[in-house]
């Protein structure tokens, strides 16, 4: 019924994430927000303490920056035990970087190696620039 759920939202957020996404400020940075692996979720929740305004994506003025995210992803089987069922996991992340510029778009990724979660920041040449920590984990 979870796998449902969350298959459905996501479904819903890929519907709606085309439309009604606005054009990045030139003079502000631009981060996306992309999840590595099927049926997994990636929100923005924080910047600097303060709620994003969109969960979509996050867009900042230049300078240093944390961002907070909500990363939602099932751990297989495999990873558990031979007859378990997956376990979703609940995830927030935090992420500090001192530079970001105007008018650069940045991206993102998070991913999961069995129960950990990561995310790493990209720049627009595809190098990394920072890699955020988790802040704490639940079942679903």
């Known amino acids: 019924m979870r796998k449902l759920m969350l298959t459905a939202s996501l479904m819903t957020l890929a519907g709606c994430a085309g439309f009604g996404m606005p054009a990045p400020d030139p003079s502000q940075a631009w981060i996306d927000l992309e999840s590595r692996q099927q049926d997994t979720a990636l929100q923005a929740l924080e910047v600097d303490a303060r709620a994003a ?5 996050f867009e900042v ?4 920056h944390e961002l907070k995210v909500r990363y939602q992803f099932p751990v297989e089987a495999t990873n558990i035990g031979p007859d378990a069922e997956p376990l979703w996991r609940d995830c927030r992340l935090s992420l ?5 510029n105007a008018g650069e778009r940045y ?6 190696i069995g129960f950990r ?6 720049d627009q040449q595809r190098k990394v620039v920072g890699q955020a920590k988790p802040a704490g984990c639940q079942r679903t």
């Open 53 to 57: 305004v969109d969960k979509r994506y």
């Open 61 to 64: 003025q230049p300078g240093s």
């Open 96 to 100: 500090t970087f001192k530079d970001f």
């Open 107 to 112: 991206q993102l990724q998070a991913g999961n």
């Open 117 to 122: 979660p990561w995310a790493k920041l990209y």
